[in-house]
């Protein structure tokens, strides 16, 4: 019988993976998990981490706003998406998605 991938276990691989060094894997694993499930933002969420680490801020951002998308009342997700825009030199929309963090964590 044949094994059925498990999105859960795939993101705990791709967490070995990018400790280990091996980004680039750890990034390639990531996106095969959002093809098996499209609603599991914590991969968007990681897999926007990683792709900042590397300088890929268009690409991070574009992972963390779908995180969002999917978990508009996760606080550290306007934290981090802040913090990538602060690296595009974003400097207004980051003051936004800090405001936001800020009234999430008021509720």
């Known amino acids: 019988m044949p094994v059925i991938p498990d ?10 993976l990018s400790a ?22 914590q991969a968007f969420q990681y897999r926007a981490e990683l792709r900042t680490s590397q300088g890929d801020y268009r690409g ?26 602060s690296a595009m030199g974003e400097a207004a929309t980051a003051q936004q998605d800090y405001e936001t963090a800020s009234r999430l964590g008021d509720s």
């Open 7 to 16: 999105s859960a276990a795939m993101m705990d691989r791709a967490f070995q």
């Open 20 to 41: 280990s060094g091996s980004w680039a894997k750890a990034i390639f694993l990531l996106t095969k998990t959002l093809r098996l499930d499209t609603k599991r933002w």
């Open 60 to 85: 991070a951002l574009d992972d963390i706003s779908e995180a969002i998308r999917l978990a508009p009342r996760e606080r550290h997700l306007y934290l981090l998406r802040a913090r990538v825009y």
